[in-house]
C-alpha cells in the first residue's frame, strides 16, 4: 500500500512537470507576437445604453452614429451599443452615465425633468405642430441652451435626435375630453406630463419603459402617450388597440456623454464625433418621420387596431382643458424659456 501511494504520488508529479513543460510555463522568453492585438492599447469604446428597440428612429440612429464614428476613426473608436434597457433602464442610465459606467446615453426630454426641470417647456403640449417646427425648435437656440445646463451635472450634451409626435394608445376610445376621466395613464415621469394628465382629469402614472408591457399585460394602466415607432416596435397595440392621433407632445431626446471622459478625449476624436453626429442629424429626423410613417401603415392594415383622427373642433377641446398649463409652467418653473420658444416658432430668433 505505501508503495502505491508513493508511486501514484511520483506519478503525478511527472505528469505535472511535462504539461507544465508542454504549456511553456517555465520559459523565458517572451510570447510570439499577435499582429491581431497591435493597437488595442490605444482602442477607445464609447458604451452606448438605450432602453428602446433597435427598429426604431434612436435604435437606428445610434447604429448610425457606430458606424459613422468607427469609419471616421479607422476603427481606433468602438461604439458598443446596448438596446433595449440590457444595461441600464429608464432609471439609472443618468446615474450610469454619471460615473461612467457607460460613456453615451440619449434619455427622453422628459426624463431629464426630475434633475433639469426648465427642460419641462418641451413637454408643454400643442406648441409644437409639425415636422418643420420640430427639427427647427430641436436644432435651435433653446436646445442649445438646454443642453448647455447638462455641464452643471459633469454631462457634456451633444445634440437633439427626434422621434416625432405623442398619441394616445388605450384600451377603450380617448377622442372626447370626457373620455380621460379616471383613466389610469402611463407617462414618463415629468412634473408637466402629470399636470397634463391632472387637468385632463385622468390618473397619470409614471413608470419606467422597461415595464409598459408588463404593466398593460397585468392591466395596470388603461392608456399611455407615446410615438407611433414606440408603440409598434414594442407590440403595445396589441394589449392597447385604441389609438389616437393627437400629435398632442414631442418626444426627443438629449444625446450626450460622461463630461471627464469627453474631456480625456484628444481634439481630433471629439471632432469625428461631433462631425458624425452633425452628418447625420438631417438623416435622424428623415428616419423618424419614415419609422412614424411605416410603422402606422402597418397598425392601419391590422383590423384589431382602431386609428382615430381629431377634428379641429376636438382639438380646441383639449387645448382649451390644458390652457391652465403654461401658466403653471410661467408661475413654477421658468418665466423666460416658454417666451423664447414661442418666439423661436415664430421665427423670430435667426
Ligand atoms: C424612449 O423612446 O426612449 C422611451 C419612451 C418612453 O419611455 O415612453
Do not use: C
Amino acid at each position: 500500500m505505501k508503495f502505491f501511494l508513493t508511486g501514484s504520488f511520483i506519478a503525478i508529479i511527472i505528469l505535472i512537470v511535462l504539461f507544465s513543460y508542454r504549456q511553456n510555463i517555465f520559459s523565458t522568453t517572451a510570447l510570439p507576437y499577435d499582429d491581431e492585438q497591435q493597437g488595442l492599447d490605444d482602442q477607445i469604446t464609447i458604451h452606448f445604453s438605450h432602453v428602446v428597440a433597435e427598429n426604431t428612429p434612436k435604435g437606428a440612429a445610434a447604429e448610425k452614429f457606430k458606424e459613422l464614428v468607427e469609419e471616421k476613426s479607422n476603427g481606433k473608436v468602438v461604439v458598443q451599443i446596448y438596446p433595449n434597457g440590457m444595461l441600464y433602464n429608464d432609471e439609472n442610465e443618468l446615474d450610469a452615465l454619471r460615473e461612467n459606467k457607460v460613456q453615451m446615453i440619449a434619455p427622453t426630454i422628459s426624463k431629464m425633468t426630475g434633475t433639469l426641470p426648465n427642460w419641462q417647456v418641451l413637454d408643454l403640449p400643442f406648441i409644437i405642430e409639425n415636422n418643420e417646427q420640430l427639427k427647427l425648435v430641436l436644432n435651435g437656440q433653446i436646445s442649445k441652451s438646454l443642453l448647455q445646463e447638462l455641464e452643471g451635472i459633469n454631462v457634456k450634451g451633444l445634440t437633439f435626435w427626434n422621434n416625432g409626435f405623442k398619441q394616445i394608445a388605450s384600451t377603450s376610445p380617448i377622442i372626447d375630453i370626457e373620455q380621460f376621466k379616471g383613466k389610469r395613464i402611463r407617462m414618463m415621469a415629468s412634473d408637466i406630463l402629470h399636470e397634463q394628465y391632472k387637468l385632463l382629469d385622468a390618473k397619470p402614472i409614471a413608470t419606467s419603459f422597461g415595464v409598459v408591457y408588463s404593466d398593460l399585460q397585468q392591466e395596470v394602466v388603461d392608456a399611455q402617450e407615446n410615438t407611433i415607432s414606440n408603440i409598434y416596435s414594442k407590440q403595445f397595440h396589441t394589449m392597447e388597440n385604441q389609438i389616437t392621433l393627437s400629435n398632442h407632445g414631442i418626444l426627443a431626446y438629449a444625446v450626450m456623454m460622461n463630461k471627464d471622459f469627453w474631456g480625456s478625449l484628444d481634439a481630433d476624436i471629439q471632432k469625428i464625433i461631433t462631425d458624425s453626429l452633425a452628418e447625420m442629424q438631417d438623416w435622424q429626423f428623415e428616419q423618424a418621420e419614415e419609422f412614424n410613417k411605416e410603422d402606422l401603415l402597418y397598425l392601419k392594415a391590422n383590423s384589431d387596431v382602431q386609428i382615430y383622427e381629431l377634428d379641429v373642433e376636438t382639438k380646441n377641446e383639449w387645448k382649451e382643458k390644458l390652457q391652465p398649463i403654461y401658466s403653471h409652467y410661467e408661475n413654477h418653473i421658468n418665466e423666460h424659456y416658454l417666451d423664447d420658444l414661442l418666439d423661436e416658432i415664430n421665427n423670430r430668433i435667426e
